[in-house]
């Protein structure tokens, strides 16, 4: 299959001395606060997280044919599996540093093709620190059926809405997805993308994987309920305003 963002992503990041590398040399300054930039080492425990992360997907089947990545932000960047490497193999030097320019250092390698929307998620949401994106099997057929998942359950709310929309469909790797992301994530901590999968955001990487797991839960229960052929009881906006209150209280465990 053509790859549309490979030539893209090698222009724009082999052989390019990322904006970070410059901001390391510049760490000296008496100016600290003007690189985000930690320390050289101090990126391990991140890199070897997003290693468990990817694996962890893997046994959970969340990620068919090797589908998915995972990142976390670190510094002005991220974090990210990358392209073409089985998980089992990863080892924590070929997880990918991408500063927020969408650059990375001709030494590492090739970050996973769906870095642009992994970049404009942290660009979305602020507060966010991991990105878990999968092609698992009922949120891909629930979006490839381009469905918004509906209140049919109350745990609907865990995506932090009254429902689980569905963004639009763009080819994988171009910053016309990233966009049409970053749009959905400014208004659910998770997606599902049409033709393509789901995306959630969390704090931490086991908080976005644990909102993967349960958004492919909940598409699971949704896709057999269509598949009943009996009308969708969907709750009303009142009573999810009521569960979207008191998940805020207590999280997504609220129930127990
Ligand atoms: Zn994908």
Redesign the pocket.
């Known amino acids: 299959m053509a790859d549309p963002a490979k030539s893209q992503s090698k222009s724009r990041g082999v052989g390019t001395v990322s904006r970070s590398t410059a901001a390391t040399k510049r760490s000296t300054a008496p100016s600290p606060s003007r690189s985000r930039k930690p320390a050289d080492g101090a990126d391990l425990a991140t890199r070897k997280a997003v290693i468990e992360t990817a694996l962890e997907m893997s046994r959970s089947r969340l990620s068919p044919g090797r589908?998915?990545?995972v990142s976390a932000r670190w510094g002005d960047g991220m974090l990210i599996t990358p392209s073409g490497m089985a998980y089992e193999h990863l080892k924590p030097a070929d997880i990918v540093f991408v500063a927020a320019d969408g650059t990375w250092s001709a030494k590492a390698r090739k970050p996973s093709s769906?870095w642009r929307f992994h970049l404009s998620a942290y660009d979305a949401r602020a507060e966010a620190g991991a990105v878990v994106?999968?092609?698992s099997l009922h949120a891909t057929v629930i979006a490839c059926a381009g469905l918004t998942i509906p209140a049919f359950h109350y745990m609907v709310a865990v995506a932090g809405g009254k429902d689980i929309p569905c963004i639009p469909y763009a080819t994988?790797g171009t910053e016309e997805l990233a966009a049409l992301v970053a749009d959905g994530l400014k208004k659910r901590n998770a997606c599902l993308?049409a033709n393509?999968?789901q995306i959630a955001v969390g704090p931490d990487l086991p908080a976005a994987l644990a909102l993967a797991q349960e958004v492919e839960t909940i598409a699971a229960q949704y896709a057999k309920l269509l598949a009943l052929g009996r009308d969708v009881v969907v709750l009303s906006s009142d009573e999810m305003s009521d569960v979207l209150e008191r998940f805020k209280g207590y999280g997504q465990n609220a129930q127990n």
């Open positions: 589908s998915g990545n769906e994106h999968t092609h994988f993308m393509h999968g």
